[in-house]
């Protein structure tokens, strides 16, 4: 294990901080709160010389992801921050990005959707995107927003993936509150991050035609190649993570486990709510009850194989969902997971909970509450359909 | 370094034939031009439109340049992300810094393009834009843009029997960019070659955003026959509809001088889409047009003379 | 034109590799008239050659031009620009 020191950071300046280290060539990026600490960071390392980056201060994030898209083509290492109505924006570019096959690592500070405007921390900017073609990780805490962002940039540049990264972390629950995280040293990340080798070069000697017209007659062809890719995202996950896990102390996995061998009821989420969940399921498991957490880490593509093994002895399962997909039989995980089960023929009753929209909190007494709904179900058998709200005002 | 014959340029292209742009499309002569002119590799970054659809037809490209198509609305953003990237790459030792030049039409400059050329130019990169202008959307069939002329017959601003042809008139995109004070800015018509690819073999040169607003006829759009392409390009000039001018160092200066200007009608007789407007009915109209093409002529000959 | 390819032998992105592939695209076949050059009266001026939107003016060795009829869509503006007028368009 190589040498950390302990720093006490915001998830933001973590995320910043590991972004220097990556040495990106390039960053584009346009402020939004809770982004902006990123970005501020960011600029004074490079103001400081800390970093030898080209920052371009874009005039907007559709901008920022369009100037990230043409540096990673001509080959650059590539760094933005983004949230809600940013993302939003650059919702165009998402696609082209993926579809393009440009490494490019970006970090969602997970913040509400207009309307109404609203600063704080859910996932419907991330959700809102999740059919755009990227690798979406999800953080519980600063140190894992510290330690994806850097195994980010190696994922997304691996010639066999080629795909963007988002890292996605709460807004002002993770972004601005400090924690304390070790830090890998400058040496450590250059050695488990060499500089990024293109897989296609801007050459006159060779030129190439980038972005050309797909008729009929070829689009399906290029969007399967596409489709391919991310078969191989999942497995490439977990060998950057091990290979990461020498040096740091810390394996990641696609999922995060948090008792569940024995467990008979479980939540699964993501986000910095499995944080809380956790704790809760400490308390609850030293009153004897068997209870377990599921923190998806790379929600898209899906872990199918992952959860389903990790559900194999739950008689009960809560999906939590930060958002909303107005209309739908669900909400997003909760879409996915029922989709699942019904795949793999696995019948266990399920509640999938919305909380926590617009950054409204969600307690420990709430989460047990929770549990308590799924053990009732377990024992009956029997679930709601749809999905239920918890946190909002009824009445 | 300028040119001066044309029997000195060299004779292989970086542009293919093949291409699928229509018989006598004015911005083809541009691209041709644009390429001669700077007779290097560049690296182009083309926004959404005609060039960009009929040059690029998967798997056929008519493209001998490194060449990126990313959306309609941000070649400027673009080109501002490849220009950065280069430069920091360039400083490692691990790529060549070539020209980049993004190549955009009306559509994606005067409107939708915008704001990504505003904060190009703003940022100062070291890129030349060049707007190939046939005013209009026409790649989508012929719409109306910022830059279609008043009284203008297009599929969105038809000339009906209330409202004949445009309302409203050509945005001043040229001066929106001056104001910002780039390295260099010019307008040009593929009608006076030399006049235009000394002016992109200029904003290759200059040091920081330069920019090129390029009168670029479109024969299917505004209803001419093929073979008038050129013709209409130069009646566009001599007729004081088009000024020819050049901004350097905060100085405007008048490319060409049209002292005794032809009249107006020679421009718009041999097009379609005017040919409302030589209905006695709508006079007014065409007056209206006549004054906004003196006034804008007025105004660039007093900027020159500052 | 030979068989479509499948996903599998597609280069990554959409990419196109082969620089001006186009050629391979005659757009000769567009076209219902045709240029007929007076190579006697030509005198190499070029004009035709820069106003061309197909690059299908060839610039001889001799410093005269000829069209190439492969991509040549027939619009004419070489005929209409030669300051000489010794350019005719014949229909097809």
């Not at chain 1, 910043?16 to 584009?28: E, T």
Request: proline share 5%; net charge positive.
């Amino acid at each position: 294990m190589m040498e950390q020191k302990v720093i006490a950071v915001s998830g933001d300046e973590a995320v910043a901080y590991a972004a220097k280290q990556c040495k990106p060539d390039v960053v584009a990026a346009y402020p939004i709160t809770p982004q902006t600490i990123i970005v501020e960071r960011f600029s004074e390392y490079v103001a400081n010389g800390e970093v030898d980056s080209e920052f371009i201060c874009v005039e907007s994030e559709h901008s920022a992801l369009s100037a990230c898209i043409g540096a990673s083509l001509a080959g650059a290492r590539v760094f933005t921050a983004t949230s809600s109505q940013g993302l939003a924006l650059m919702h165009e570019m998402l696609y082209i990005a993926s579809g393009l096959r440009c490494p490019i690592v970006m970090a969602i500070v997970n913040r509400a959707l207009s309307a109404p405007i609203n600063i704080h921390g859910d996932h419907s900017d991330i959700m809102g995107s999740r059919d755009s073609g990227w690798i979406d990780i999800f953080c519980e805490n600063s140190q894992e927003a510290y330690d994806f962002t850097i195994q980010a940039f190696k994922l997304s540049e691996d010639h066999d993936i080629l795909l963007p990264v988002s890292v996605n972390l709460d807004g002002f629950i993770l972004s601005h509150s400090v924690e304390d995280i070790k830090a890998l040293s400058d040496d450590y990340v250059s050695k488990f991050l060499p500089p990024r080798i293109p897989y296609y070069t801007l050459d006159a000697e060779k030129p190439i035609t980038i972005g050309a017209l797909a008729l009929p007659d070829y689009y399906f062809e290029i969007k399967r190649q596409q489709d391919e890719a991310y078969k191989k995202v999942l497995s490439k996950f977990k060998e950057i993570s091990r290979e990461f896990s020498k040096f740091s102390g810390r394996k990641y996995d696609v999922i995060d486990n948090f008792q569940i061998d024995d467990a008979k009821i479980a939540l699964i989420g993501m986000g910095s709510t499995i944080g809380t969940a956790k704790y809760v399921a400490k308390q609850l498991r030293k009153k004897g009850k068997k209870v377990g957490v599921i923190g998806i880490k790379v929600y898209r593509p899906f872990p199918s194989k992952e959860i389903i093994k990790a559900l194999e002895n739950i008689k009960a399962l809560a999906i939590l969902d930060r958002a909303l997909s107005p209309g739908a039989l669900s909400a997003p995980l909760g879409l996915d997971i029922k989709a699942l089960l019904y795949e793999y023929d696995f019948k266990i009753p399920v509640i999938n909970f919305v909380y926590g929209l617009g950054g409204r909190d969600i307690s420990p007494k709430e989460i047990v509450t929770i549990f308590n709904r799924i053990e009732k179900i377990a024992k009956k058998k029997t679930m709601p359909h749809g999905y239920e709200y918890i946190g909002v005002r009824e009445k | 370094m300028s040119i001066k014959s044309l029997k000195e340029l060299p004779k292989e292209e970086f542009f293919s034939s093949g291409h699928r742009m229509c018989a006598g499309c004015g911005p083809a002569i541009c691209v041709r031009q644009t390429l001669i002119a700077a007779g290097r590799p560049v690296i182009m970054v083309s926004a959404t439109g005609c060039v960009e659809v009929s040059t690029t037809v998967y798997p056929y490209t008519s493209w001998k340049i490194p060449w990126i198509h990313i959306a309609f609305e941000n070649a400027a953003a673009v080109a501002s992300g490849i220009e950065a990237a280069l430069k920091k790459l360039s400083r490692d030792g691990k790529a060549k810094k070539y020209d980049v030049i993004a190549f955009a039409g009306d559509g994606g400059t005067f409107d939708i393009g915008l704001q990504a050329l505003s904060g190009a130019i703003e940022r100062g990169h070291d890129f030349l834009y060049i707007c190939y202008d046939n005013e209009a959307y026409m790649n989508t069939g012929i719409q109306r843009s910022g830059a279609t002329p008043h009284g203008a017959e297009t599929t969105t601003s038809p000339a009906g029997s209330v409202i004949p042809g445009k309302k409203e008139y050509k945005k001043r995109l040229t001066d929106i960019i001056i104001a910002h004070d780039p390295a260099y800015a010019a307008t040009a018509s593929i009608a006076y070659w030399k006049d235009y690819m000394n002016k992109v073999i200029k904003g290759l040169d200059a040091k920081g955003p330069a920019f090129i607003h390029v009168f670029a006829p479109c024969p299917r759009g505004w209803r001419f026959p093929s073979n008038q392409t050129i013709s209409i390009a130069r009646l566009a000039v001599e007729t004081r509809y088009f000024p020819l001018y050049e901004y350097e160092n905060g100085k405007y200066t008048l490319s060409l001088d049209i002292p005794k200007p032809k009249p107006l009608e020679d421009f718009i007789k041999p097009q379609r889409r005017f040919r409302h407007l030589l209905d006695p009915k709508n006079k007014n109209i065409l007056e209206e047009l006549k004054i906004d093409v003196e006034r804008n002529w007025e105004r660039i000959k007093k900027l020159c003379s500052l | 034109m030979s068989k479509l390819k499948s996903w599998k032998e597609l280069p990554i992105g959409g990419v196109i590799l082969e620089a001006g592939s186009s050629l391979e695209y005659k757009t000769g076949s567009w076209r219902s008239q045709r240029p007929i050059i007076n190579r006697e009266k030509c005198i190499g001026c070029l004009f035709c050659w820069i106003y061309c939107p197909d690059s299908a003016i060839i610039r001889a060795e001799d410093g005269k031009v000829d069209v190439n009829y492969d991509y040549c869509k027939g619009c004419g503006i070489c005929a209409a620009e030669c300051p000489v007028h010794v350019i005719i368009m014949k229909e097809e």
